[in-house]
């Protein structure tokens, strides 16, 4: 275990172990990236969806505060995460609402637009942090989401995340090949090939099982943890 290892890694090891034991029995927290397993040959990142709004918001405090040089450039980035800002124009100079510009309702039939840009920006700002990563066989991207991820939606998010790696690997830029979608909403996990952008399979994780994985990676990080604690003594 490294010293700055984090809970979320310990549980996105326990999920890949749980749901694929014969897949992965010699996962290990590691660095650069988060797990590796050698007998497969996998290297895993593991990170939490980022999210458009969250970002929006914060630029959009700043424009209110009178913090950004450049508000035209400041509402071009809020611009860039699918939200709108409503400004006019009075003395305080003062900013008006933040909306969604594609408030897309969530349902069975389509993947809501924002979740699917979120994702893509997520496979593409980890695909940057990673291009000085060891590479192996298998490179994979373990994004958690905090929200519901349906597997109807599964056949645009795997065609939007199979578009970006045809573009990284046209740019020739690293690319992570497969990526696994865990959705808290559904307790479901999703494994997608990106590079064909098709769905492999969606295991579906119970109350007892969320509950075991928990256990799992709680006693494995407090156990790393206090052999850290007792070696930097």
């Known amino acids: 275990m490294r010293k700055n ?13 749980f749901c694929f ?11 650069r990236p988060d797990l590796v397993d050698k007998s497969p040959d996998v290297g895993i990142e593991v990170t939490r969806l980022a999210d458009d709004m969250v970002k929006a918001t914060r630029l959009w405090n700043r424009l209110n505060e009178g913090k950004c040089r450049n ?7 809020i611009d ?3 939200a709108s800002v409503i400004s ?18 969530y349902n069975e039939e389509s993947a809501p637009a924002d979740l699917v840009r979120n994702i893509c920006n997520t496979f593409l700002s980890k695909c940057d ?12 991207l373990f994004i958690s989401v905090r929200g519901t991820v349906l597997r109807t939606w599964a056949s645009a998010i795997g065609e939007a995340i199979h578009d970006v790696y045809r573009k990284q690997k046209l740019n020739k830029e690293f690319a992570f090949n497969v990526v696994y979608l865990l959705s808290g909403g559904e307790s479901v996990l999703l494994e997608f090939n990106v590079e064909t952008g098709r769905l492999i399979c969606c295991r579906e ?20 943890l206090r052999m850290i604690s007792s070696t930097t003594r």
């Open 5 to 17: 290892a984090d809970y979320e890694e310990y549980y996105a090891k326990s999920v890949l172990e």
């Open 80 to 82: 860039k995460c699918g």
């Open 88 to 105: 006019y124009c009075d003395n305080t100079k003062h900013f008006g609402a933040l909306v969604k510009k594609d408030a897309s309702e």
């Open 71 to 77: 508000e035209e450039g400041t509402i071009g980035e």
């Open 21 to 31: 034991p014969e897949k992965f029995c010699e996962l290990r927290v590691a660095d």
């Open 205 to 224: 994780i119970s109350a007892q099982g969320q509950h075991e994985i928990s256990r799992r990676a709680m006693e494995q990080f407090r156990k790393d």
């Open 129 to 140: 942090r990673a291009k000085g990563y060891k590479k192996y066989s298998q490179n994979v």
